[in-house]
């Protein structure tokens, strides 16, 4: 089979290492490419770190987080949904929560810079509007990608592209979609978003009560507990790691986590999610509506 302008890339950036992010709309292949330059890397005897900042499509750790994967076998390709790090978002959107997606896609990256041979960052496909520009200039700002892989079928992300040449200094590479690439249809986006989150509140699940000045955002005093009835949460380490997801439940007038991380728990973290737990169908949260009955302003 002849060699695409994919192949070709990954083969120059396997050589040249550092840090590449990958920019593209839904269904244009990142994770695809992603998969090929990480087997590329082992192949090339180099270890690469995978983060994986995709919050609604993740295909490392949970929806709703920022996972980071240690790719230094070819062992771990086959556990690539089994983080080694997590960083809490707490929605599947980057609306309203660009500040959390980029901390948390910074953090890791500079947790493994100077460690890794090759970082490897997948984004999300908000590309468009103020929010999608918004989000992927504050993630160049703090990664410092070395090299920008821009995945297109027109010319949807020429503005992205365009100010990342006028504002930054990455390499940016321009390709099309593969032709071995197939668009999944937003059915079969939330039927895997909901499969993943059932994995990450799969049973056996630990019921702990919990405290109102555990949760951040702290909540209000006099807050009505039963408006957190299955409200997401992040578990945290108290070292600014996520261990895993919670669910909250309000029941006999005392608010409880359900959870299955079972050692160091310092803290929750409060999602802008709810999540049926049925069928692990999520609808949005306005927090600020939740704990002071204000709209969005």
Same mark, same amino acid.
């Given at each position: 089979?002849?060699?695409?302008?994919?192949?070709?890339?990954?083969?120059?950036?396997?050589?040249?290492?550092?840090?590449?992010?990958?920019?593209?709309? !839904?269904?244009?292949?990142?994770?695809?490419?992603?998969?090929?330059?990480?087997?590329?890397?082992?192949?090339?005897?180099?270890?690469?770190?995978?983060? /994986?900042?995709?919050?609604?499509?993740?295909?490392?750790?949970?929806?709703?987080?920022?996972?980071?994967?240690?790719?230094?076998?070819?062992?771990?390709?086959?556990?690539?949904?089994?983080?080694?790090?997590?960083?809490?978002?707490?929605?599947?959107?980057?609306?309203?929560?660009?500040?959390?997606?980029?901390?948390?896609?910074?953090?890791?990256?500079?947790?493994?810079?100077?460690?890794? /041979?090759?970082?490897?960052?997948?984004?999300?496909?908000?590309?468009?509007?103020?929010?999608?520009?918004?989000?992927?200039?504050?993630?160049?700002?703090?990664?410092?990608?070395?090299?920008?892989?821009?995945?297109?079928?027109?010319?949807?992300?020429?503005?992205?592209?365009?100010?990342?040449?006028?504002?930054?200094?990455?390499?940016?590479?321009?390709?099309?979609?593969?032709? /071995?690439?197939?668009?999944?249809?937003?059915?079969?986006?939330?039927?895997?978003?909901?499969?993943?989150?059932?994995?990450?509140?799969?049973?056996?699940?630990?019921?702990?009560?919990?405290? !109102?000045?555990?949760?951040?955002?702290?909540?209000?005093?006099?807050?009505?507990?039963?408006?957190?009835?299955?409200?997401?949460?992040?578990?945290?380490?108290?070292?600014?790691?996520?261990?895993?997801?919670?669910?909250?439940?309000?029941?006999?007038?005392?608010?409880?986590?359900?959870?299955?991380?079972?050692?160091?728990?310092?803290?929750?973290?409060?999602?802008?999610?709810?999540?049926?737990?049925?069928?692990?169908?999520?609808?949005?949260?306005?927090?600020?509506?939740?704990?002071?009955?204000?709209?969005?302003?």
């Amino acid at each position: 089979m002849p060699e695409t302008a994919h192949d070709l890339l990954i083969q120059d950036l396997t050589v040249q290492g550092g840090v590449v992010m990958l920019l593209g709309a !839904p269904d244009t292949g990142k994770t695809s490419f992603a998969r090929r330059f990480l087997e590329s890397a082992i192949a090339a005897g180099k270890q690469a770190a995978y983060i /994986d900042a995709d919050v609604g499509q993740t295909t490392v750790g949970p929806p709703a987080c920022v996972g980071l994967k240690w790719v230094r076998e070819r062992g771990d390709l086959e556990t690539l949904e089994e983080a080694d790090e997590l960083r809490f978002v707490g929605s599947i959107s980057p609306k309203h929560l660009v500040l959390q997606e980029v901390i948390a896609t910074a953090t890791l990256v500079d947790q493994v810079r100077g460690e890794a /041979d090759l970082i490897v960052i997948d984004t999300t496909g908000a590309i468009s509007g103020v929010t999608g520009q918004t989000l992927k200039f504050h993630k160049l700002e703090l990664c410092r990608p070395d090299v920008l892989v821009a995945l297109q079928r027109g010319s949807e992300i020429e503005p992205i592209i365009g100010m990342a040449r006028r504002f930054f200094s990455a390499d940016v590479r321009v390709l099309g979609v593969h032709p /071995d690439v197939a668009p999944a249809s937003p059915v079969e986006r939330s039927a895997l978003r909901a499969e993943k989150f059932a994995r990450a509140l799969a049973p056996p699940l630990h019921r702990w009560k919990v405290r !109102p000045t555990v949760f951040a955002p702290s909540l209000p005093t006099g807050l009505d507990l039963e408006r957190l009835h299955d409200v997401l949460v992040g578990v945290h380490d108290g070292r600014g790691r996520c261990l895993g997801l919670g669910l909250l439940k309000h029941e006999d007038g005392r608010l409880l986590v359900l959870t299955n991380v079972t050692d160091g728990m310092k803290g929750l973290r409060l999602a802008s999610l709810r999540i049926d737990p049925e069928t692990f169908d999520t609808s949005p949260v306005n927090l600020r509506e939740v704990m002071f009955g204000l709209g969005d302003r």
